[in-house]
């Protein structure tokens, strides 16, 4: 038998089939020998121990498309981070760190602002400048309003979603919004492993409807980017893709060099002043890491 490993948790392993619901099972001794650990994501094989229990083995790991370093999951399509517009206020630091994590392993973004029935148009027109206009894909929903919540699901419609953000912005009010078809399956799910509605403290897949699947993460209220040299943050920032190469000197990292084709660009308001002082921070941030980790191997 086939299905999708939606939570791991103490060895155990929640599995979805299409056919049959939810196994609870427990690893083959083999991945151990292997050095290879189940993930969240993962397509499987199964054997079944006890219908009834609904208990059985994880016999094998079919081949993954991807595998993702934070949050540890596999088969994953795309990521959806979310914030409010306010209460609490976004903190865009921690937003371009989600973004860059996210670059750095090749998977693209959507930005949902949530709580939009609080957005101002002014406050809107800054969101669109600072993120849209650098090629990432916005949404705008409210939760309680019910706002947006279709164009949100066409977006998540056939794929497996990585959805993240800090704690209060709304993110599981807008996944319980998702699950309009499947809200009995959720409920046992979560009376099956003890999962809080509204509080997430591990990585679970919820299925929002045929081959579609969103995965819910802890808030966080800081993220440390995964290692990286320096240089290598300006691939992050896709609105510098366009200058890339067309700066005086090669290898540019767009900070203070002469002849800096993005420096002209942020003079002439083409690039987000926010968005680049972040990069800028998070530039020194990785410069001081490597200064650390020079000086412990000396």
């Known amino acids: ?9 103490a060895g155990f392993y929640y599995v ?8 609870t099972c427990k690893a083959k001794g083999i991945f151990r020998k292997l050095h290879v650990k189940p993930l969240v994501g993962d397509d499987v094989e199964l054997s079944v121990l006890d219908e009834g229990a609904k208990e059985g083995n994880v016999e094998a790991i079919l081949p993954r498309r991807n595998t993702l370093i934070r949050p540890a999951v596999a088969n994953i ?4 981070v979310i914030f409010a517009v306010q209460q609490p206020e976004p903190n865009f630091n921690l937003l371009d760190r989600f973004l860059v994590m996210m670059e750095q ?10 709580k939009a029935d609080l957005l101002s148009p002014e406050k809107e027109e800054k969101l669109r400048r600072m993120y849209g206009a650098c090629g990432y894909r916005l949404l705008f929903t409210s939760a309680k309003a019910g706002q947006g919540i279709e164009e949100l699901r066409s977006l998540l419609r056939g794929r497996t979603t990585t959805a993240a953000g800090p704690s209060g912005v709304g993110k599981s009010s807008l996944t319980n919004l998702l699950q309009t078809d499947v809200q009995m399956e959720t409920g046992a799910v979560s009376e099956k492993i003890a999962r809080g509605r509204h509080t997430t403290r591990h990585s679970e897949l919820i299925r929002i409807e045929e081959d579609t699947y969103i995965m819910d993460t802890p808030g966080f209220s800081s993220l ?9 943050l300006r691939h992050c920032y896709p609105e510098f893709a366009s200058y890339e190469g ?7 990292v767009h900070i203070h060099e002469p002849g800096c084709q993005v420096l002209e660009a942020l003079e002439k308001g083409s690039i987000s002043r926010e968005r680049y002082a972040n990069y800028c921070l998070l530039y020194e941030e990785l410069r001081g890491q490597k200064r650390y980790q020079s000086r412990k191997t000396q």
């Open 1 to 9: 038998m086939k299905g999708k490993i939606i939570r791991g948790i």
């Open 16 to 23: 979805h089939t299409a056919d049959c619901g939810i196994y």
């Open 77 to 80: 399509d795309q990521a959806l």
């Open 105 to 114: 392993q090749g998977l693209p973004s959507l930005i949902c602002f949530n």
């Open 224 to 232: 440390e980017l995964l290692p990286m040299e320096k240089e290598e």
């Open 246 to 252: 067309t700066c005086r000197f090669q290898g540019c």
